[in-house]
């Protein structure tokens, strides 16, 4: 098939759903069990979005989840992935202008549970789970207009697909900024999404890797806060039973810079001792430099998170064709990974209950 061919061809199919993150693949899991015909268009060549683990499980991207939190509690449970408890035992330290002080107890973290192996375990089996072909890596979607039948157009990488509908399970702002959207949508539909901040998308994690936990050792529960950064937020990162040993830390994204990792390392020493300052490893991700992820300019808009869950984000539009699916867009838990579930419920309900 010559690139002509490519071009001029048009998969048809019941649901596109943009975006392979959390919210998405959830989207995508629950029609594909509803009997519908299901396309995945992934921009990154990895899936997950802003679930994304290391290797050895420790987590760069969402980490917790809390009781209450009924929705990834069970699909948890359903794809066999085990959570633990985050630790909690020991000293806080807090860094101002007068140095390093140590406060009884844990003052920065609540009773939560992690998952083993990492929170992208979740986003990993809900991909396997898909049936083959079903899920396209490196497919950033360009353009979605309204196409013959009532369907909606969608293209990515030189491919076309005509759906009865669309999920769009990616930051809000994001689409606005990366997607040409069909003409009809109404305006103010456009100016909500564009102004509703990306969660977390000006926040760098900071994930610190040591042989030993050593901070427990002497009484510190691995959490902390700083006044002067660039770490704003320090907590114990560790896996089960402290391995691999860990502290994760919280830096807005305009503290980081070319010297991020010499200045974190300093200020671990601060905080935790002079062990801290040599972790085995240092890995620093900025969501703001995440082109999936946050605006180039998100740094320079106001970010109104009063729009988190608005009420033209819950709804279908065009003509019930079109619905969102990102955690911005849930009307309870926007944020976590349980407002990502919500949204994807909602959306995959509205859209099984359609013709």
């Known amino acids: ?32 069990g509803a009997g519908r015909d299901v396309v995945v268009l992934e921009a990154r060549s990895r899936t997950g979005g802003r679930l994304l683990s290391t290797p050895d499980g420790l987590d760069l991207g969402a980490t917790w989840c809390w ?54 375990a979740l986003t990993d089996a809900l991909a396997a789970g898909l049936p083959p072909g079903c899920l396209l890596l490196e497919h950033p979607v360009r353009r979605l207009a309204s196409a013959p039948g009532g369907r ?22 994001v689409a606005v900024d ?41 009484g510190l529960a691995g959490a902390g806060a700083s006044r002067l950064g660039p770490v704003q937020e320090l907590h114990d990162m560790s896996g089960p039973g402290g391995v691999p040993a860990a502290v994760l830390g919280f830096a807005p994204s305009a503290l980081v810079g070319a010297d991020a990792e010499e200045r974190v390392r300093a200020q671990l020493g601060r905080l935790l001792g002079p062990r801290g300052a040599e972790p085995r ?38 003509g019930g064709r079109l619905h969102w699916a990102s955690t911005e867009t849930a009307g309870a838990f926007a944020g976590h990974v349980e407002g ?7 959306a995959a309900a509205a859209v099984a209950g359609a013709s």
């Open 1 to 32: 098939m010559d690139e002509a061919d490519v071009a001029a061809r048009v998969d048809v199919v019941d649901v596109v759903v943009v975006g392979a993150g959390i919210g998405g693949l959830a989207a995508a899991d629950a029609l594909v």
């Open 67 to 120: 009781d209450g939190e009924q929705r990834v509690l069970a699909l948890a449970r359903r794809l066999g992935v085990t959570t633990y408890a985050q630790h909690l035992a020991g000293d806080t330290v807090v860094e101002d202008l007068n140095g390093v002080q140590r406060h009884p107890g844990n003052l920065i973290d609540a009773p939560a549970h992690r998952y083993t192996g990492g929170a992208a």
């Open 152 to 173: 909606l157009e969608v293209e990515a990488c030189g491919r076309r697909w005509h759906a009865r509908h669309v999920v769009l399970a990616l930051p809000p702002s």
């Open 178 to 218: 990366t997607v040409e959207l069909p003409a009809e949508l109404p305006a103010e539909l456009v100016r909500v999404a564009g102004a509703v901040p990306t969660w977390m998308g000006q926040v760098a994690k900071v994930v610190a890797v040591y042989d030993t936990p050593f901070w427990r050792e002497a």
């Open 281 to 318: 490893s240092l890995t620093v991700t900025d969501w703001s430099s995440e082109a999936w992820t946050s605006p180039a300019d998100a740094a320079s808009r106001p970010g109104d998170h009063s729009l988190y869950g608005h009420p033209l984000l819950r709804a279908p539009a065009l």
């Open 340 to 346: 990502a579930l919500l949204a994807a419920e909602r």
